[in-house]
């Protein structure tokens, strides 16, 4: 009998357990429940953010909601983070109500495209625009099943097209407009003359994690790759980041220049190399137009079009001087 009654609490109890962490449909939506050692929200990292779903403004408003607007449901999740955005304290309100009555409340304004840091509202869902990058925007949000789990909390971040986010009906449901929270972005830079061009890549360092990055905007541009200008130089740039310590030729929309510890070496005259070849380089710049000898650590060189030419053989005058070239490379008679 001892063993009977042992197992059917155990039944009990795994019947209550799997209770707690299945949906609970009710009228106006669906409410998801968070799993017990939540590992955080799904898709942590995407496009270097980092949020943290068990932090104070997360908590404070699973403490007011209803069964309507549960935690892990899209509203929960929207205000949670827009009020971690904002410093306000947000209320839960339906998706259509943020968008027709309470953002004027808190001073959001509506907006024809998307915002970083901002909400894209639906009939009855909402998520939160991280940053936009073009077409391509970075979201966040609760209430997506198909995108997270219990584990996470049913909420995710995640990438999408601006197009599929507003013409494909996602979700199933209609897409009503965008609002704009005045928010700076979460790692603006603390570059104090951004250019006037808002579609300017610049280097700065951000204000948060303090690194070094290209912004466009107040966004880091991680989508961009080249030499970018900032208020100390020119520096390459990998995926918005700047590359400290790197040494080799590289291009931007400007040109082709020599980059020494991460930056453009503008007093730098001589022969270097990349994979296309060994360059002269004129104040730091590939100059393309050159013609003659030409030298570097490795010895003189015969250029044409600003590149050695491994394959010139023979005598060469140049600049009152006389050369024997042989593969290339030059000595002087």
């Not at 039944?11 to 949906?23: D, E, F, H, Q, R």
């Not at 209803?66 to 839960?92: F, H, I, K, P, V």
């Not at 509202?121 to 990058?133: A, D, G, P």
């Not at 995710?156 to 986010?165: E, S």
């Amino acid at each position: 009998m001892t063993s009977i009654l042992a197992r059917s609490r155990k039944t009990v109890a795994a019947i209550l357990l799997i209770g707690s962490l299945l949906l609970l449909s009710i009228a106006g939506g669906i409410v998801y429940t968070l799993a017990g050692n939540n590992p955080g929200i799904a898709g942590n990292g995407t496009d270097g953010l980092t949020i943290d779903i068990y932090g104070a403004a997360y908590q404070n408003l699973a403490k007011r909601t209803s069964n309507a607007y549960g935690r892990g449901g899209c509203t929960w999740y929207a205000g949670a983070r827009a009020s971690e955005l904002t410093g306000m304290d947000l209320g839960l309100h339906s998706p259509k109500n943020w968008y027709n009555n309470v953002a004027q409340t808190y001073g959001f304004t509506k907006s024809s495209k998307p915002v970083s840091k901002g909400f894209a509202i639906f009939s009855n869902h909402m998520v939160v625009v991280e940053r936009v990058n073009g077409d391509t925007l970075t979201i966040s949000e609760g209430s997506n099943p198909g995108a997270s789990d219990a584990a996470h909390g049913y909420c995710a971040i995640r990438k999408v097209t601006r197009n599929a986010l507003e013409h494909n009906n996602y979700k199933g449901q209609s897409f009503l407009g965008y609002l704009d929270l005045k928010v700076s972005s979460d790692n603006a830079p603390t570059y104090d003359s951004k250019p006037a061009d808002p579609n300017a890549v610049y280097v700065a360092q951000g204000r948060v994690d303090r690194q070094w990055h290209a912004y466009r905007g107040d966004d880091v541009a991680t989508n961009y790759t080249g030499i970018a200008c900032g208020k100390l130089g020119w520096w390459r740039v990998v995926n918005g980041d700047v590359r400290f310590g790197v040494k080799g030729i590289y291009q931007n929309e400007l040109g082709w220049w020599y980059v020494n510890d991460g930056k453009v070496d503008f007093s730098y005259n001589g022969v270097e190399n990349n994979v296309h070849g060994w360059w002269k380089i004129t104040n730091g710049a590939v100059d393309f137009g050159f013609r003659g000898i030409a030298a570097n650590e490795h010895g003189s060189w015969y250029l044409e079009n600003g590149k050695v030419d491994f394959t010139k053989s023979g005598t060469v005058v140049f600049d009152g001087n006389t050369y024997r070239v042989e593969n290339g490379a030059a000595t002087l008679l």
